[in-house]
DNA sequence: CTGAAAGCGCTTACAG
DNA sequence: CTGAAAGCGCTTACAG
């Protein structure tokens, strides 16, 4: 159904459904009711390609989760085709959270994933066809946003999470951190607090923001403290699972175990707990351990989420008001 | 930039412009080049809207994911908007996977939560407005789906995952599940020759299909195999990570502890694990579990996920062709 | 082979 | 207050 066949069975012309739908004043009451009843009666929809054709804003933005592995060809190949699927467990937190915030303001999200640099037109592609106002970059290194910034236009509103800010950089781009560094200065802080002293540390992906400044955050509280910084108490993880089990292994394994460990994020805590289990050690007893959590996670999470909110919008007016 | 304007450019009618896009037959080679490198060159995307406008099919799917929770209203309403963030972490391999599949097959694929069943109109109009070729719906029991159907139109396809096939419905809809029973029988059947006799469970949530299901599969197994079910042994849980560590808390403390436990998906054995660890038991001397891992998940997951591959663009063709 | 024209379903100045 | 008309940027019969 149009909204012309509609305005016929009214009696009306399209311009004055159209009016009403979209809430124009001097509308007589009488008429607007029985536009509005008759759209209910016969369930009448506008059309959402034909709306924004003809200049119709509603904010679809885009989350592009991207995971590059150039080098890892090879992976890809061999496998079959379901286990192609790659395992992000990881950012589901961030991935739920974004489509809940962007959901809460009538935003539309669409989400993508990227695995290898040639795919990184769809992002560009996305925005030069009008299907996203706006995109948030999650999962990238700081090659792969190079990469990104090469092939988007620089007016383009892009929303980068987990990436150095680049001052220099003329794009219409926005970076949302947490503070990785002060939450791991603090986390080093507590433990010390109760009294740890020998404490390690399975950090993430030293290439992606958050693992480095996870890390130079724990060294610096390490060193400021005045407790042992040993090399044989960190283990360099990578963010997943099963870096959390290795990592934990041989941290217990060595001669003077930690009696604390930081573990970088969520997902490797788990494998630490797994470890833990097989060796029967107790925690807190043996060994105490903080990680991201889910819950502290998502209350670290919320500011920047919240900047982003904030931030969209308001950058896509200015946007639209400049050009 | 619009086709006309390139055009133009060119020296072309945009009909030219729009055929070469298209991939027409009977373009002269040399045409066909100038055109294509024109578009490069002024880097010209045509207007999604616009295509779609003119009848160009390109499919989008909407993905679902309900929680519904009315009756919980006090807990939303209380909280700040930072903390109405919900934790449903255990659709997220789902998620990504879906996403992946979808990608692979250059679908878009715009994604939306659901939390009460006054939100339920979204489903509809996403496939009203046209926005959507087809959709899936993960996350509703049984009261959720008949919800659901009773909003969307019959002709709209939908799948629908983790619900019990509906065969009496008229709606274009095909159900999606993983033989849930036959892998919960399975577990039991491994861990009875492995020599267990003490086998427990946490379960998920019962009226979710899968948790029915698998606790079905676990029961009939431990009775076929004559094997103790005992309500101690038990632990009713609801898929969240707390209630796989409450469940292992409480099955540990029981007199008799069980040997072996069975957990009905990932997130719980989180918990589960971390319970483990706090008690200082060791895995599998104590105790052993199997639980739906991720990597378990994913192939399980996989062959109904290629299903609905399958069957979407096939649906989809049909629905076309009938109407 | 290719251009002019109609049409997709809306919105919004323009008149009245 | 409200209808007729133009326009959004494409695609695709229709002619030639």
Known sequence: MTSEE????????????????????????????????????????PNSSARKLAGVKDTTLGLFILD????????HVILND????????????FISAFIDHANKKLFYVFVSTIYKTSELWKIASAFNEKRIDGSVIIGSNHIDYLKVLETINKDNFIAFIDVEEDKSNIANAIYVNINNYKAAFDVVKYFAELGHKDIGMITGNLDKLSGKKRFDGFKDAILSLNLPLREEWI???DFMEMSGYEGMKKL????NTPTAVFICNDT????AYRAIAELGLKVPDDISIIGFDNAQYSSLMSPPLTTVNVSLPKLLKLQQICS
Chains 1, 2 share one sequence.
Do not use: C, W
């Open 68 to 75: 590059i592995k150039d080098m890892e060809q090879p992976h």
């Open 235 to 237: 283990y360099y993880g």
């Open 268 to 271: 490797m805590v788990i494998g």
């Open 252 to 255: 217990l394994s060595s001669i």
């Open 82 to 93: 379901e286990n192609l699927l790659y395992d992000n467990t990881f950012f589901a937190p």
């Open 6 to 45: 509609l305005a016929k069975i009214i009696g009306v012309s399209r311009s004055t459904v159209s009016r009403v739908i979209n809430n124009y004043p001097d509308i007589p009451l009488e008429t607007r009711e029985k536009v509005l009843e008759a759209i209910k009666k016969y369930n009448y929809y």
